[in-house]
Protein backbone atom coordinates (compact mmCIF):
# COMPACT_ATOMS: atom_id res chain seq x y z
CA UNK A 1 0.00 0.00 0.00
CA UNK A 2 0.96 3.37 -1.07
CA UNK A 3 1.41 6.32 1.15
CA UNK A 4 0.69 9.69 0.66
CA UNK A 5 0.79 13.48 2.83
CA UNK A 6 -0.05 16.74 1.69
CA UNK A 7 1.21 19.83 3.81
CA UNK A 8 -0.19 22.97 3.89
CA UNK A 9 1.33 26.46 4.52
CA UNK A 10 -1.82 27.98 5.88
CA UNK A 11 -4.75 26.81 8.16
CA UNK A 12 -7.54 25.21 6.68
CA UNK A 13 -6.15 23.33 3.46
CA UNK A 14 -5.32 27.17 2.26
CA UNK A 15 -1.77 28.49 1.03
CA UNK A 16 1.36 27.11 -0.60
CA UNK A 17 1.53 22.71 -0.44
CA UNK A 18 3.51 19.88 -1.03
CA UNK A 19 2.68 16.55 -1.63
CA UNK A 20 4.52 13.73 -0.28
CA UNK A 21 4.53 9.89 -0.57
CA UNK A 22 7.96 8.99 0.49
CA UNK A 23 10.70 9.89 3.33
CA UNK A 24 11.97 13.60 3.18
CA UNK A 25 14.68 14.09 5.48
CA UNK A 26 14.83 17.93 4.62
CA UNK A 27 11.19 19.32 3.47
CA UNK A 28 12.61 23.28 4.45
CA UNK A 29 12.87 23.75 0.56
CA UNK A 30 9.33 22.96 -0.07
CA UNK A 31 7.59 25.22 2.71
CA UNK A 32 8.59 27.73 5.26
CA UNK A 33 5.63 26.55 8.26
CA UNK A 34 2.84 23.86 8.45
CA UNK A 35 -0.41 25.21 9.46
CA UNK A 36 -2.39 21.70 8.67
CA UNK A 37 -2.23 18.20 6.79
CA UNK A 38 -4.32 15.56 4.98
CA UNK A 39 -3.10 12.35 5.28
CA UNK A 40 -4.67 10.11 1.83
CA UNK A 41 -3.08 6.96 2.95
CA UNK A 42 -0.87 5.82 5.39
CA UNK A 43 1.24 5.81 8.56
CA UNK A 44 3.41 8.67 8.51
CA UNK A 45 5.44 10.31 11.52
CA UNK A 46 6.43 14.14 11.43
CA UNK A 47 9.66 15.93 12.54
CA UNK A 48 10.21 19.40 13.97
CA UNK A 49 13.67 19.49 12.91
CA UNK A 50 15.36 18.18 10.01
CA UNK A 51 17.00 14.40 9.65
CA UNK A 52 14.25 12.66 11.34
CA UNK A 53 15.22 14.94 14.61
CA UNK A 54 13.40 16.84 17.40
CA UNK A 55 9.79 16.57 18.46
CA UNK A 56 8.14 13.65 16.15
CA UNK A 57 3.94 13.27 15.82
CA UNK A 58 2.44 10.41 14.31
CA UNK A 59 -0.38 10.77 12.00
CA UNK A 60 -2.56 8.51 10.40
CA UNK A 61 -5.12 8.84 7.42
CA UNK A 62 -7.18 11.82 8.28
CA UNK A 63 -7.42 15.70 7.52
CA UNK A 64 -5.61 17.88 10.29
CA UNK A 65 -6.89 21.57 9.80
CA UNK A 66 -4.70 22.95 11.93
CA UNK A 67 -1.04 22.14 14.13
CA UNK A 68 -3.06 21.60 17.55
CA UNK A 69 -4.99 18.71 15.86
CA UNK A 70 -2.10 16.85 15.49
CA UNK A 71 -0.88 18.33 18.88
CA UNK A 72 1.93 19.92 17.32
CA UNK A 73 4.07 22.58 19.57
CA UNK A 74 4.09 25.44 16.56
CA UNK A 75 3.92 24.93 12.83
CA UNK A 76 7.63 23.81 12.09
CA UNK A 77 7.54 20.31 10.40
CA UNK A 78 10.96 19.83 8.65
CA UNK A 79 11.30 16.10 8.02
CA UNK A 80 8.85 12.90 7.53
CA UNK A 81 9.13 9.75 7.20
CA UNK A 82 6.31 6.85 6.21
CA UNK A 83 6.18 3.61 8.05
CA UNK A 84 4.28 0.40 8.23
CA UNK A 85 4.11 -2.48 10.78
CA UNK A 86 3.21 -6.15 10.88
CA UNK A 87 0.69 -6.90 13.25
CA UNK A 88 3.24 -9.57 14.57
CA UNK A 89 6.32 -9.61 16.27
CA UNK A 90 9.10 -9.36 17.52
CA UNK A 91 9.27 -6.57 19.41
CA UNK A 92 12.51 -5.74 21.93
CA UNK A 93 13.31 -2.25 23.19
CA UNK A 94 16.03 -1.65 26.11
CA UNK A 95 15.82 1.63 28.28
CA UNK A 96 18.38 3.02 30.41
CA UNK A 97 18.74 5.79 32.98
CA UNK A 98 21.57 7.78 31.92
CA UNK A 99 22.76 8.55 28.23
CA UNK A 100 24.66 6.51 25.80
CA UNK A 101 22.64 3.07 27.24
CA UNK A 102 24.56 3.24 30.29
CA UNK A 103 23.63 2.24 33.92
CA UNK A 104 20.28 0.42 34.78
CA UNK A 105 18.50 -1.29 32.02
CA UNK A 106 15.19 -2.60 31.58
CA UNK A 107 14.29 -4.90 27.91
CA UNK A 108 10.60 -4.44 26.82
CA UNK A 109 9.20 -7.61 24.74
CA UNK A 110 5.27 -6.24 24.81
CA UNK A 111 3.12 -3.65 26.29
CA UNK A 112 3.82 -1.53 29.45
CA UNK A 113 1.23 0.35 31.02
CA UNK A 114 3.88 2.55 33.30
CA UNK A 115 7.85 2.72 32.81
CA UNK A 116 7.60 4.67 35.86
CA UNK A 117 5.89 1.92 38.13
CA UNK A 118 8.19 -0.63 36.54
CA UNK A 119 12.11 0.56 36.31
CA UNK A 120 13.91 1.19 39.17
CA UNK A 121 15.03 5.04 37.87
CA UNK A 122 13.18 7.87 38.13
CA UNK A 123 14.77 9.05 34.63
CA UNK A 124 15.42 7.13 30.93
CA UNK A 125 18.08 9.04 29.07
CA UNK A 126 18.25 6.63 26.24
CA UNK A 127 16.92 3.72 24.54
CA UNK A 128 17.43 1.29 21.72
CA UNK A 129 15.14 -0.89 19.74
CA UNK A 130 16.40 -4.25 18.88
CA UNK A 131 13.35 -5.32 16.43
CA UNK A 132 10.25 -3.91 15.58
CA UNK A 133 8.22 -0.46 16.18
CA UNK A 134 7.36 0.95 18.97
CA UNK A 135 5.08 3.99 20.49
CA UNK A 136 6.06 5.25 23.55
CA UNK A 137 2.92 7.47 24.82
CA UNK A 138 3.63 9.82 28.04
CA UNK A 139 0.61 8.52 29.69
CA UNK A 140 -2.39 6.05 29.45
CA UNK A 141 -4.67 9.19 30.02
CA UNK A 142 -2.66 11.29 27.53
CA UNK A 143 -1.36 10.12 24.80
CA UNK A 144 0.93 13.38 23.62
CA UNK A 145 3.21 13.28 22.13
CA UNK A 146 3.87 9.69 21.00
CA UNK A 147 6.79 9.07 19.60
CA UNK A 148 7.92 6.11 17.33
CA UNK A 149 11.24 4.09 16.59
CA UNK A 150 12.46 1.67 14.25
CA UNK A 151 15.11 -0.60 14.76
CA UNK A 152 18.01 1.72 16.29
CA UNK A 153 19.24 2.99 18.96
CA UNK A 154 18.74 6.68 20.64
CA UNK A 155 22.04 7.33 22.82
CA UNK A 156 20.37 10.70 24.11
CA UNK A 157 16.75 11.04 24.55
CA UNK A 158 17.01 14.56 24.90
CA UNK A 159 17.11 14.16 20.58
CA UNK A 160 13.73 13.09 20.97
CA UNK A 161 12.17 16.48 22.42
CA UNK A 162 11.94 15.23 25.99
CA UNK A 163 12.79 12.61 28.78
CA UNK A 164 10.39 9.08 28.98
CA UNK A 165 9.97 8.03 32.41
CA UNK A 166 6.36 9.07 32.66
CA UNK A 167 5.83 6.91 28.79
CA UNK A 168 3.86 3.98 28.68
CA UNK A 169 5.25 1.69 26.17
CA UNK A 170 3.11 -0.40 23.26
CA UNK A 171 4.85 -2.58 20.47
CA UNK A 172 2.86 -1.95 17.51
CA UNK A 173 1.17 -4.69 16.98
CA UNK A 174 -1.35 -2.64 19.22
CA UNK A 175 -3.59 -0.02 17.93
CA UNK A 176 -2.92 3.25 18.71
CA UNK A 177 -5.47 5.93 18.46
CA UNK A 178 -4.04 9.75 18.30
Not at 15 to 30: A, F, N, Y
Request: aromatic share 12%; net charge neutral.
Amino acid sequence: MSSKITFYEDRNFQGRSHECDTDCPDMHPHFSRCNSIKVESGCWVLYEKPNYTGYQYVLTRGEYPDYQRWMGYNDTIRSCRTFSYASEGPYRMRIYERPNFQGQMMEFSDDCESVQENFCSHDIYSCNVMEGYWTLLRTPQLPRPAVLHEARGVPQVQRLGGHLRHHRVLPQNHRVLI
